[in-house]
């Protein structure tokens, strides 16, 4: 098993007590509004230090592990929406986190979208990063298929070391050769400390954005990766069931928006968080 991933000086990590839960989190203690990052099925917090510190001066960003990822808790059950985003929102609690910008990826993105729906008035904004839309004609993807097999690839992921890891999976070969060494090291830390239990996400589906767009009152970016133009005109009219909302396509970007275009992602990102 890996070790104690390094952060930048003044930053902070610790648990917290959550939804009855202890979440794992680190915080950069940046001096403006908080950003809380909610990251993607199989990835945790640290997955999303280059985003921490790209932000980590002018924000007070908070990355968090969700139930059965990183170091935190995995119970036995509730890895649905509504459980996720009980355990988010109760890191806003404990934490004492005021008028927070949420920022969610795939699963985390769903997780965002419940809470943002279930507490309208919480978020300052809502930040989408290429969110998980399980509707007929829309084509979309996880970064693994939760299910009966994921506790063999998690303890196949536990039997190797992460130089293992590092040579043999594609993924993580391919963050290197595109000059993020450090980045696919953290993911494949991140797959040594997953959970069987996290297979029962898949329990819980997603909310459905069509009926769910409609709650959050935040201003809402949605990051979206390239489509074909039929495609990316569906998605803009999912995007349109926000109250205040807009959805950007980047180019040449997959599901994991900010680590295949992190530039063009974080100019988007930016000139939104200008705006909030």
Known sequence: MSGQTE??????????EANGIELHYCRTNGSGPPVVVSHGFT?????????????????????YDARGHGRSAAPDEGYGPSERAADLLGLLDTLGLEDPI???HSM????????????????????????VWMLEGVNEVIEEDPGEDIAEQIAWWRDHSVAEL????????D?????????????AEARQRLRPEIGRVSDGEFVDPIETYGDIEAPTLILK?????AERQREGEIAGHLRDGQIVHIEDAGHCVFWDERERATEELRAFLETV
């Open 225 to 229: 990766a390239d489509a074909e133009e």
């Open 108 to 131: 985390g993105a769903d997780t965002v979208t419940k809470a943002a729906a279930t507490q309208p008035d919480r978020p300052r904004a809502v930040v989408l990063e290429d969110p």
């Open 43 to 63: 990835d945790d917090g640290y997955c999303r230090l280059d985003l921490a510190r790209e932000l980590g001066d002018e924000f007070d960003v908070v990355l």
């Open 166 to 173: 590092l040579e043999v999976d594609p993924m993580f070969s």
């Open 175 to 187: 963050l290197a050769e595109r000059g993020q060494p450090d980045l696919a090291r953290r993911v």
């Open 102 to 104: 949420l920022f969610g």
């Open 7 to 16: 952060i930048p000086d003044g930053w902070e990590r610790g648990f917290v």
